[in-house]
T-cell receptor
Framework: GDSVTQMEGPVTLSEEAFLTINCTYT??????LFWYVQYPGEGLQLLLK?????DKGSNKGFEATYRKETTSFHLEKGSVQVSDSAVYFC????????????????FGPGTRLSVLP | DAGITQSPRHKVTETGTPVTLRCHQT?????MYWYRQDPGHGLRLIHY???????DKGEVSDGYSVSRSKTEDFLLTLESATSSQTSVYFC????????????FGDGTRLSIL
C-alpha cells in the first residue's frame, strides 16, 4: 500500500552544519509532496512543497527536489541554526482513491532535529 | 496563519467520562480532519469531513465520533474515554483543490487517568 519512509531520528548537528533528511514514498500515482515542521508545543506548519517531477520547493533556506525516478523528496539545508530544532515530517498527498472523499495525506513518522550551538 | 482554533488546549479527565474537543476555522475550507499524535506513531487520522454533515473514518476511528453541523466547526467526541486515548489531538483544514497543503491547529493535550 501507499507509505512513506523517513530517516530515523533523532538527528543532532552543530550549528552551521549541513542537513539532509531522507524521505521516500510508495504510491500508485504521482503525488504532490510536502514537508512540514513542528516546533515544540505547536502544530505542524507547512515548510515547502513540490507538485510535479523535478520541481524544487524552498523556504527558510530549506530545499527539496521532487525525484520521480527514485520516488524521493529529501530535505536539505546548507547551514542549520539552533532555531531549526524541531520535528520534520514528509507528507505526500496521494491521488484520491475510489472510495476516498478526502485528500489523502500520508505522514511519515517524523525526524527530530536538534541543533547545538 | 490559517484561522484554526482548538479548544480546550489541555484537558485532564477520568476513564469512562465523555469528552468533546472542538475545532473552529475561519477560512471557509471544505475539508476538516482530526489526527492524534503519539510517540512512535507519528500522525494518525481519526476522522475527516468533506462537507457539512459529511464525514468519514480514518485509520484509528474506533472509540471516536465526529460531527459537523456548520462549515466552521468540527467536533470530536470520545463517548467513554479510555487511558489509551491519552494523546495530543490536532485538527487540520484544507481546500478542495489539488496540491494544496493542510493547515493545522495548535493541538489539544488530553490526559485520561
Amino acid at each position: 500500500g501507499d507509505s512513506v519512509t523517513q530517516m530515523e531520528g533523532p538527528v543532532t548537528l552543530s550549528e552551521e552544519a549541513f542537513l539532509t533528511i531522507n524521505c521516500t514514498y510508495t504510491a500508485t500515482g504521482y503525488p504532490s509532496l510536502f514537508w512540514y515542521v513542528q516546533y515544540p508545543g505547536e502544530g505542524l506548519q507547512l515548510l515547502l512543497k513540490a507538485t510535479k517531477a523535478d520541481d524544487k520547493g524552498s523556504n527558510k533556506g530549506f530545499e527539496a527536489t521532487y525525484r520521480k525516478e527514485t520516488t524521493s523528496f529529501h530535505l536539505e539545508k546548507g547551514s542549520v541554526q539552533v532555531s531549526d530544532s524541531a520535528v520534520y515530517f514528509c507528507a505526500p498527498l496521494l491521488p484520491p482513491g475510489r472510495d476516498n472523499y478526502g485528500q489523502n495525506f500520508v505522514f511519515g513518522p517524523g525526524t527530530r532535529l536538534s541543533v547545538l550551538p | 496563519d490559517a484561522g484554526i482554533t482548538q479548544s480546550p488546549r489541555h484537558k485532564v479527565t477520568e476513564t469512562g467520562t465523555p469528552v468533546t474537543l472542538r475545532c473552529h476555522q475561519t477560512e471557509n475550507h471544505r475539508y476538516m480532519y482530526w489526527y492524534r499524535q503519539d510517540p512512535g506513531h507519528g500522525l494518525r487520522l481519526i476522522h475527516y469531513s468533506y462537507g457539512v454533515k459529511d464525514t468519514d473514518k480514518g485509520e484509528v476511528s474506533d472509540g471516536y465520533s465526529v460531527s459537523r453541523s456548520k462549515t466552521e466547526d468540527f467536533l470530536l467526541t470520545l463517548e467513554s474515554a479510555t487511558s489509551s486515548q491519552t494523546s495530543v489531538y490536532f485538527c487540520a483544514i484544507s481546500e478542495w483543490t489539488d496540491n494544496q497543503p493542510q493547515h493545522f491547529g495548535d493541538g489539544t493535550r488530553l490526559s485520561i487517568l
